[in-house]
């Protein structure tokens, strides 16, 4: 579940210190937020229902551009829960592999109503579908990052087609153009050192079985807008962490994240 973990002083938003300063923030905790983009149109997300929670909403916007105010492409709450869970959908909206997702969830307990920070998604393949059939055999689960670590440190051929996996997207990422070392943990804004940084990107790691025996390869880290920019050793590191962690979305690629934030953080970082 994406619990907020710790606000400090300077936040714009609204009601957002209150959230942590009263009991009005019970009922407005949620869970990870799951995607589906359908082809040629339409989206579907969801998201559990976890106690107290009345309704559920989310404001998002597709390739924000910097510097201009965003227009909502998909604007929708529901109080309707099936089978555990919170349902939004959209038919008529278009979303490409490669697009950047912003999102705003909104929550509603019902006594007050709670706007979360921002978070951003970026649109690969694996979350796009055919409209009107999946697009995997029903008999086939897909694998979690759990599970996928679990077959790596247990089975050498899980290791060597993960891999594949990194090396093939490193041909298609070197076609894109030069890649950076940068990856983007979303969190709420932290303070302190830079090392104090590194080392919640550390302790996020070990927490993870996916990612543990990769917490090494984690340099420095800068505050960025809504989480922390990091630098890992190399790019089969950095390839290797987005493969484990795709379905996660705490996780993304910062180079294409900086091509809509308003500062590129890579510049702060000492080479």
Not at 2 to 31: M, P, Q, T, Y
Not at 222 to 245: A, H, P, R
Request: charged fraction near 25%.
């Amino acid at each position: 579940c994406v619990i907020v973990l710790a606000i400090l002083v300077g936040l714009g938003e609204a009601g957002f210190l209150d959230w942590f300063r009263s009991n009005k923030n019970k009922g407005h905790e949620v869970c990870r937020v799951d995607f589906e983009v359908f082809d040629p149109k339409g989206l579907r997300l969801w998201t559990p229902q976890k106690a107290g929670l009345k309704s559920f909403g989310v404001e998002l916007f597709i390739n924000p551009v910097r510097g201009k105010k965003p227009v909502c492409n998909f604007c929708q709450t529901t109080s309707n829960v099936t089978q555990g869970k919170f349902f939004l959908q959209s038919d008529e909206v278009i979303i490409k592999s490669g697009d950047i997702l912003e999102y705003v969830i909104v929550t509603f307990n019902g006594q007050t109503t709670q706007r979360h920070k921002p978070r951003k998604l970026i649109v690969d393949d694996y979350l796009i579908k055919a409209k009107g059939r999946c697009s995997c055999p029903t008999s086939v689960t897909p694998a979690t990052p759990a599970d996928t670590a679990r077959q790596v440190l247990t089975d050498p051929a899980a290791e060597i087609a993960l891999l594949e996996r990194v090396l093939e997207s490193v041909s298609k990422r070197c076609a894109e153009g030069t890649m950076s070392n940068y990856l983007f943990l979303q969190l709420d804004r932290a303070e302190g050192s830079t090392d104090d940084l590194r080392q919640l990107v550390v302790e996020y790691f070990n927490k993870k079985p996916a990612l543990k025996p990769l917490a090494s390869t984690v340099l420095s880290a800068e505050d960025g807008s809504d989480g922390i920019v990091f630098k890992v050793s190399g790019l089969i590191e950095k390839l290797k962490i987005l493969e484990l962690t795709r379905t996660e979305g705490d996780i993304i690629d910062y180079d294409k994240l900086s091509a809509i934030d308003d500062i590129d953080i890579r510049l702060s970082f000492d080479e």
